[in-house]
């Protein structure tokens, strides 16, 4: 993606319209949710869809081929459970 620059105005109730090219290009629609981040005097704006799949793919890579992560944890409470 391109570096983009959009200059918006805060509106009543602190409201700000995102232009329908930066939408376009975060693949964002009305009624979608956005992250807000806050660091450093700066704003940055994510794509909640984007960033989970981003998460998830990331997490994919830590777990070998054939785990089943909710498998292990349900294994784990069940020896709990068998101890009390």
Do not use: Q, W, Y
Request: glycine share 4%.
């Amino acid at each position: 993606m391109d570096h983009r620059i959009f200059h918006v105005r805060v509106s009543d109730g602190r409201r700000v319209v995102l232009p329908a090219e930066a939408c376009r290009e975060l693949k964002v629609d009305i009624g979608d949710t956005l992250i807000v981040d806050v660091a450093d005097n700066k704003v940055e704006l994510h794509s909640f869809d984007t960033t989970l799949a981003e998460f998830r793919a990331l997490l994919a890579t830590k777990v070998p081929k054939g785990v089943s992560l909710v498998e292990e944890l349900l294994a784990e409470r069940r020896a709990e459970a068998a101890r009390e």
